[in-house]
């Protein structure tokens, strides 16, 4: 479908997927990760994503221009596990088409 992207999403296992994601239906990165079972269930997205709990922390690999952190984000940061320069989390980070070739690696579990 034209609405979809590639992105690369490195699991904690350490293999890659390359995966469609879509961009019409509002869904953001760690609801992708969700959909196509890439983290087992309950060990991402437990806060539903509200970005009070990190557990869709990832490292983003490529050089893609993200939305600025916003405020919680950047709180629920500070307090978790294993964070890098390059961790966000994924329920803050939108499915648009200029995130085509995204790269990520999902954070350990903590």
């Known amino acids: ?3 979809d ?6 699991d904690r ?11 019409d239906m509002a869904m953001n990165l760690m609801e992708v990760v969700r959909s196509y ?8 997205g437990v806060c539903g994503g509200m ?11 490529s050089d893609h221009e993200l939305p600025e952190m916003q ?3 950047e ?13 966000r989390l994924g329920c803050q ?3 648009t088409p200029e995130l085509e070739g995204l790269k990520v690696e999902l954070a350990p579990e903590s």
């Open 71 to 73: 405020d919680d984000e």
């Open 13 to 23: 296992d350490g293999e890659a997927h390359e995966i469609d994601a879509p961009t």
């Open 37 to 44: 079972e890439l983290a087992p269930e309950g060990t991402i």
């Open 51 to 61: 970005a009070m709990c990190a557990s869709c922390q990832c490292y983003v690999l």
């Open 1 to 3: 479908m034209e609405q």
């Open 75 to 87: 709180a629920m940061l500070s307090e978790a596990f294993d964070v890098q320069e390059n961790s």
């Open 93 to 95: 980070i939108a499915i």
């Open 5 to 10: 992207i590639k992105i690369t999403i490195i």
